[in-house]
């Protein structure tokens, strides 16, 4: 079993900061990209950001400018630092990731369970 931990999220006022992880663990042979997505109440899941192995990163139009994925290969981690946060921000933000398994040796994917990222204007 592959297990995705997010932590860092929170309330924050309009043009504030957060900086949101990300942990992988469990049967991994090895990780792939890694990605945060996002779902607002009402609104479709979609795609903040996205990274590869080897950090290429892409971005939604949305959040260009203001956000920024990382990761750490060693520690199996990824973050989003968000900055000039923006009341449409808000929503809940999971993590992605693509992977083979450790066991069956599949390509396949894990999501995390969410954490909440809240704005006040």
């Known amino acids: 079993q592959v297990q995705l931990v997010e932590s860092g999220g929170g309330l924050v006022q309009a043009g504030g900061s957060l900086r949101l992880s990300c942990s992988a663990s469990?049967?991994?042979?090895?990780?792939?990209?890694m990605a945060w997505y996002r779902q607002a109440p009402g609104n479709q899941r979609e795609l903040v950001a996205t990274i590869t192995v080897g950090g290429i990163t892409n971005y939604a139009d949305s959040v260009k400018g203001r956000f920024t994925i990382s990761r750490e290969n060693v520690r199996s981690t990824i973050y989003l630092q968000m900055n000039s946060l923006k009341p449409e921000d808000t929503a809940t933000y999971y993590c992605n990731a693509q992977y083979i398994h450790g066991v069956t040796f599949s390509p396949t994917q894990a999501w995390g369970q969410g954490i909440q990222v809240t704005v006040s204007s």
């Open positions: 469990g049967s991994i042979w090895r990780l792939d990209d």
